[in-house]
């Protein structure tokens, strides 16, 4: 193509090209700008063309873009200048005062004479296509993110769930136990594994099973979402535990049962200081109620010593105390008696 004698249907083909079209010769004069450069840039044609292109954009009159335009006019391969790397080869402002991303190619238009060579600047806007690159790779690092906080999230409840000495378990909608921790084994008698597919009612002691049971359906029938609940457990081996459990219910839509979460805490021991508590409670009542002691005023001769009790009669010292207390008394002589008694002797 000769741009000083092409043809108008070459230059409004040129023109009407989705993206920004240059020509330059070999002293870098503008010789065509087509209408997409006009509308990105603002600069008209008319004032571009037959001036050098570094006069508008004076960063590509550096040794380092003038010597690559170089290579090519002397016949080198095109240079592709990449929206990433080099945005700005020609600048074309947006309305938010942003720059489009521009990548930009160079190539050799070749003609016979030496003088009639000329670069063709073909300039596409990647503006777009980056930004949603851009947008897809941010909304990949936040996901990434949500994922890895996921993991540390569901790692550190694995830990806390594994490491508590409570148990832990997931019941479904069918009242069977989806999940379990490894405090089955103690609790069950059974691995975490086993109790799969179980129902929980089954662990439940017969005799606290119809009452369990009961406050269940009233949960779901009133859609309560939190519980605490006291029954006992028993294992394949006979053996019971006394447990306090907190319990989250959750529903769907319509209200029907999901999943509940438990937490199980083993009480027996407590359970048993507090038997233990009462028997010595009810043990010291009966001791106390055998206590017998004496209140008030006692009614006494002043002569004999005798006793009146509440009745009237009279009694001697020792048998009105040993009549309201657990007291024996022996029989002897004080010193002056035991003198009086051998004088009366003589």
């Known amino acids: 193509m000769n741009v000083g004698g092409s043809s108008v249907f070459e230059l409004e083909l040129l023109d009407?090209?989705?993206?920004?079209v240059c020509i330059v010769d070999q002293q870098?004069?503008?010789?065509?700008?087509n209408r997409i450069?006009?509308?990105w840039t603002g600069i008209a044609r008319e004032k571009i063309q037959g001036v050098k292109l570094n006069v508008f954009y004076p960063h590509l009159g550096?040794?380092?873009?003038?010597?690559?335009?170089?290579?090519?006019?002397?016949?080198?391969?095109p240079l592709i200048f990449s929206a990433q790397l080099h945005p700005t080869f020609i600048t074309a402002p947006l309305p938010g005062?942003?720059?489009r991303m521009l990548q930009t190619t160079v190539s050799l238009i070749s003609h016979d004479d030496e003088e009639g060579k000329k670069l063709l600047i073909a300039i596409a806007d990647l503006t777009q296509p980056i930004q949603q690159l851009n947008e897809i790779t941010e909304l990949r690092k936040k996901a990434l993110d949500?994922?890895?906080?996921?993991?540390l999230s569901e790692k550190r409840y694995r830990e806390l769930v594994e490491g508590t000495d409570n148990l832990v378990t997931q019941v479904d909608g069918e009242w069977n136990l989806s999940y379990v921790n490894h405090v089955s084994r103690k609790i069950y008698g059974l691995e975490p594994e086993q109790c799969a597919g179980l129902s929980f009612l089954e662990f439940v002691h017969p005799?606290?099973?119809e009452a369990t049971r009961e406050s269940f359906e009233e949960w779901i029938r009133n859609r309560i979402t939190g519980a605490s609940?006291?029954?006992?457990?028993?294992?394949?081996?006979?053996?019971?535990?006394e447990m306090l459990w907190t319990i989250n219910l959750f529903y769907d839509n319509d209200g029907r049962l999901e999943v509940a979460n438990s937490i199980g805490r083993d009480i027996t021991e407590r359970k048993q200081a507090e038997q233990e508590k009462e028997r010595l409670i009810e043990e010291l009542k009966q001791a106390l109620a055998k206590i017998k002691t004496l209140r008030g005023m006692l009614p006494i001769c002043a002569s004999c010593k005798q006793i009146r009790d509440d009745k009237g009669y009279w009694h001697q010292v020792e048998v009105y105390i040993q009549s309201h207390t657990d007291t024996e008394f022996t029989h002897g002589f004080c010193p002056d008696c035991a003198r009086k008694l051998l004088e009366g002797l003589k």
Do not use: T
């Open 146 to 151: 949500r994922e890895r906080a996921l993991e």
């Open 37 to 39: 450069l006009q509308e």
């Open 16 to 20: 009407q090209l989705p993206f920004g």
């Open 28 to 33: 870098f004069n503008v010789v065509f700008w």
């Open 207 to 209: 005799d606290d099973r």
């Open 62 to 77: 550096e040794s380092r873009y003038m010597r690559r335009l170089s290579m090519v006019l002397r016949g080198g391969p």
């Open 229 to 241: 609940f006291e029954n006992r457990q028993i294992n394949r081996s006979e053996e019971v535990k």
């Open 97 to 99: 005062g942003d720059f």
